[in-house]
């Protein structure tokens, strides 16, 4: 919790409860459906939910916005910034069955009422979001695929609408084809030494039917 309002000083009561509970809802969910490794669980704060809130150092969200968690597994970065912005929309999609299962009891555990989750393929659902988010599913040119059609058509945000994904290393090839992308460091916002090569890469994308 330090570490999150060492970034975010200004939580509410009830988003410190909600933070606080997480440790607790991985730890006994991931005991009995193994979401987070090992490893990652005892960092849980660092290389997950701060991780995840990295997007918001790049854009927060209005409160009406709808936003889509493409490939959330767990629950990152969905949860984490559904935690943050408690009246934004947000829809948390996995692929994977029992991984909508922990985020459903995570999400049930913490009443989190601005989140709604589905088992499918993104590809297979529908609706129109502000912003894409993501971290750690598929290269941009395969996730662009599968998220055209997904966009709002009016930006109401300061970036424009498109996708938001959590990245690291050298995305020069990666993003050769995609001029409009632009790259956001995380270790501009946060200087612990997990950050050192991680980073926002905010790509608008067009409205389309
Ligand atoms: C490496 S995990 C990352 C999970 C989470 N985003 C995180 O960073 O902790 C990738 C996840 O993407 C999901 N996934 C892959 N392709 C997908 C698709 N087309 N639609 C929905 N989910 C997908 C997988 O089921 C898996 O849970």
């Known amino acids: 919790m330090e570490l999150l309002e060492k970034y975010f000083p200004n939580f509410s009561k009830d988003q410190k409860n909600k933070f606080s509970k997480l440790q607790e809802l991985y730890q006994d969910w991931n ?5 987070v490794s090992r ?19 790049v854009q927060e969200f209005l409160p009406s916005a709808s936003i889509l968690d493409v490939g959330t ?15 934004t929309n ?13 985020v459903n009891e995570v999400v049930e555990g913490l009443g989190l009422k601005n989140v709604h989750t589905t088992n499918a393929r993104v590809e297979e ?7 894409i988010v993501s971290r750690a599913v598929a290269a941009m040119p395969t996730f662009v695929h599968w998220t055209t059609g997904k966009i709002a058509k009016q930006s109401k945000h300061e970036l424009k609408n498109g996708i938001l994904y959590l990245k690291g290393g ?3 090839e990666e993003l050769a084809d995609y001029p409009k992308a632009v790259i956001y460091e995380l270790p501009d916002f946060f200087e612990e030494d997990f950050f050192e090569t991680k980073k926002v890469v905010h790509l608008p994308l067009k ?3």
Request: proline share 6%.
């Open 73 to 87: 597994g767990g629950g990152f970065p969905g949860i984490p910034l559904a935690i943050l912005h408690p009246e």
């Open 31 to 35: 005991l009995k459906i193994n979401v």
């Open 39 to 57: 490893k990652d669980i005892d960092e849980l704060y660092l290389r997950h939910v701060l991780h995840s809130l990295g997007i918001a150092k």
């Open 125 to 131: 659902v529908p609706g129109h979001y502000d912003f």
């Open 207 to 209: 409205y389309k039917k």
């Open 170 to 172: 050298d995305l020069s």
């Open 90 to 102: 947000f829809h948390l999609v996995d692929s994977i069955g029992k991984k909508i299962k922990v």
